[in-house]
């Protein structure tokens, strides 16, 4: 009987409690996707759609207009920047894959006060581990969401290995050679290299300057 009566308390007390639930709209589904690596240049985030995929499916047969809200959140800073792109429409039920150009508006972004001016500074993120949110909404409601964390990580420079640095070079077309680059796989690296050509003799001149890109 007391084990009847205790059965009963529990039972009552887990019908009271709270249920946690998302907001999420049964007609909505997303599906993101993005480079575990990507490049940490804001730039490159800009101009590059292949960075991250988000895949949105509405079920519903109304004309709906919705709009994308990306959020970008550090492990150790917390939020680093929010934009919301402007509204887009459409008539149900559809199915569409946009790209990070896409659902992320750089034109109208808020950082977090207290990185922005390293962040705007700099133009590109710190290293550190993150997570993006990108989310559908529609007059303020969320309809669904989705995230995906990614990895912000700075390859060490290459170090120039022959010819030294300073050392005359008299063939027209040299050769270098370079510490090799170590990145993650899935992380693309471009080099950019400086130079100059200073006149020989006992008061060298310096000549031309220039720079050279290597992807």
Avoid: C, H, K
């Avoid at 300073?166 to 077309?173: F, I, L, N």
């Amino acid at each position: 009987m007391r084990y009847a009566r205790l059965l009963s308390a529990v039972i009552t007390l887990v019908l009271l409690l709270p249920v946690v639930t998302t907001a999420q709209d049964i007609d909505w589904f997303t599906n993101l996707n993005i480079n575990a690596y990507p490049s940490p240049y804001f730039n490159d985030w800009e101009r590059d759609p292949t960075l991250g995929s988000l895949f949105l499916r509405y079920q519903g047969n109304q004309p709906v207009e919705y709009y994308y809200r990306a959020t970008v959140n550090s492990t150790s800073q917390g939020e680093i920047f929010t934009g919301v792109t402007e509204n887009q429409s459409g008539v149900g039920p559809f199915s569409i894959t946009v790209y990070s150009t896409d659902f992320v508006e750089f034109d109208d972004v808020d950082y977090n006060s207290d990185i922005e001016t390293m962040i705007l500074r700099t133009g590109r993120l710190p290293e550190g581990e993150y997570s993006l949110t990108v989310g559908i909404y529609s007059n303020g409601a969320m309809l669904a969401e989705d995230s995906a964390p990614f990895y912000i990580v700075y390859p060490d420079p290459p170090y120039l290995i022959m010819p030294f640095n300073a050392d005359p070079v008299m063939v027209p077309y040299p050769t270098f050679q370079w510490t090799p680059v170590v990145v993650p796989a899935r992380l693309p690296d471009r080099l950019q290299f400086a130079y100059s050509r200073t006149s020989a003799g006992p008061n060298p001149r310096a000549g031309d300057i220039g720079q050279l890109s290597s992807a």
